[in-house]
Nanobody
């Protein structure tokens, strides 16, 4: 499966952005989906994950209460709504898909497919 992320940009602190990740093919519902981010000089980290049906989600503590992950299996798309953005949210954001059995996945090594990344810059 190929993943195409979009929606990044430059926003002021306190603002909002909505990231989208569209998947090719018709097998999207088979994958656990996740959003990761990587800031300059830092390792890639989990932001959020969602199970195949969309009924179970995971959020990193740093984004809990501000970000919302969702998916539309009919449209083969996963979203990340980001509110109350902070300068420390600045990073390249990646979507990823996992074929592993389970509900949500938080490790980069658990994901099989990766999008190309979209840049989010939050100014203070």
């Amino acid at each position: 499966v190929q993943l195409q992320a979009s929606g990044g940009g430059l926003v002021q602190a306190g603002g909002s952005l909505r990231l989208s990740c569209a998947a090719s093919g018709n097998t999207f519902s088979r994958y656990i989906m996740g959003w990761f981010r990587q800031a300059p000089g830092k390792e890639r980290e989990i932001v959020a994950s969602i199970n195949r049906s969309g009924g179970n989600t995971y959020y990193a503590d740093a984004v809990k209460g501000r970000f919302t992950i969702s998916r539309d299996n009919a449209e083969s798309t996963v979203y990340l709504q980001m509110n109350s953005l902070r300068p420390e949210d600045t990073a390249v954001y990646y979507c990823a898909g996992s074929r592993w059995a389970g509900s949500v996945m938080v490790l980069t090594t658990s994901y099989d497919y990766w999008g190309q990344g979209t840049v989010v810059t939050v100014s203070s």
